[in-house]
């Protein structure tokens, strides 16, 4: 599973770990987080959180 990076603050969500702060399992891939989930450092919604395997592709 891929992690993703908060763009706002650089917090990666990495799908091994979840979100354990906000209930989030572990095994839990970015794509199965609740449409309401937030960075949980910054609060920026998923939309502005990248990909990071796609970003590394193309750099």
């Given at each position: 599973m891929d992690k993703?990076?908060?763009t706002v603050c650089?917090?990666?969500?990495?799908?091994?770990?979840?979100?354990?702060?906000?209930?989030?399992?572990?095994?839990?891939?970015?794509?199965?987080?609740?449409?309401?989930?937030?960075?949980?450092?910054?609060?920026?919604?998923?939309e502005l959180f990248?990909?990071?395997?796609?970003?590394?592709?193309?750099?």
């Amino acid at each position: 599973m891929d992690k993703y990076r908060c763009t706002v603050c650089d917090y990666v969500y990495d799908p091994r770990v979840g979100d354990p702060d906000n209930d989030i399992d572990p095994e839990t891939s970015f794509d199965d987080l609740p449409d309401d989930w937030v960075c949980p450092d910054c609060g920026a919604e998923k939309e502005l959180f990248e990909n990071m395997r796609t970003k590394e592709m193309y750099e």
